[in-house]
């Protein structure tokens, strides 16, 4: 082979090896980066959140607290001349219609001398001394009862059972002798059959409690024993009507007080 060829394979040969020994570039990647740590918060101070708590207080609306009012106190009406009795008895030896509740020795249960009716007058549940009752409020047969009926022996004095204006006195053939007393607040008592009137009692007449109304009796244009009939009534008495426009209810419907 001459010189010439020789020397430039020989070249060529180098060349090639180097190409092959030579490492492939390649792009270098960017070092990782830890992320930046952030600071924690720091606690707040004992104080500083004590007094931040005061703060907000002292913001906050003052509320008062709702106090319900006090009810006034019932006052129950003193007399000189009559004092209702402690107890009210279901007469011996009758059967009484209409009896409220009473314990074994006849007396009505929870009785005290003192009504509260509407919340607005206080009334002697019975206005007579030494009665027993006889006949309580409501259905008798085909006939209502508008009140109770009380009797005792001897017949006793009726009282008002309350301060009021008398509204209605004098004579009917159902109710002989009666006494209709407006004792304000819108109630009414009617006292019923009664022998006579007391002088001044007439309509228009004011009266305190315990004013005597008149003796129980039989007055009627039928024959009756001697009791009184005593109705509790409500509503107003400008109607048409006037006390039989009224609405009846039963003395023992209301709650008793203290006397």
């Known amino acids: ?5 020789m020397t430039y394979g020989l070249g060529v040969l180098v060349l090639l090896s180097a190409c092959a020994s030579q490492p492939e570039e390649t792009e270098a990647a960017p070092p990782e980066t830890a992320e930046p740590s952030l600071p924690e918060p720091a606690a707040a101070a004992p104080d ?68 509260r009716v509407e919340d607005a007058v206080t009334l002697a549940a019975v206005p007579v001394r030494s009665a027993c009752l006889t006949s309580g409020f409501g259905w008798r047969g085909m006939n209502f009862h508008k009140g109770i009926d009380l009797q005792s022996d001897p017949a006793q004095m009726v009282h008002a059972g309350a301060a009021g204006t008398v509204v209605e006195a004098g004579y009917r053939d159902d109710y002989g002798y009666h006494v209709v007393i407006d004792h304000g607040g819108g109630v009414y008592t009617r006292s019923a059959h009664l022998v006579s009137l007391e002088p001044g009692v007439d309509a228009g007449a004011a009266l305190d409690f315990g004013a005597p109304l008149g003796v129980m009796g039989n007055t009627a244009s039928f024959s009756i024993p001697i009791h009184l009939h005593y109705e509790v009534l409500i509503g107003d008495y400008n109607n048409p009507k006037a006390s039989f426009g009224l609405t009846p209810r039963s003395v023992f419907d209301y709650p008793f007080v203290d006397g």
Not at 1 to 5: C, D, L
Not at 88 to 111: F, I, Q, W
């Open 1 to 5: 082979m001459p010189m010439r060829s």
């Open 48 to 115: 500083k959140l004590a007094a931040k708590t005061a703060e907000r207080a002292a913001e906050a609306p003052v509320v008062a607290p709702v106090i319900p009012p006090t009810p006034p106190p019932v006052i129950t009406p003193v007399s000189d001349t009559f004092t209702p009795d402690p107890v009210l008895t279901l007469c011996p030896t009758l059967t009484v219609r209409n009896a409220p509740p009473s314990n074994a020795d006849r007396t009505v249960a929870g009785y005290k001398p003192f009504v």
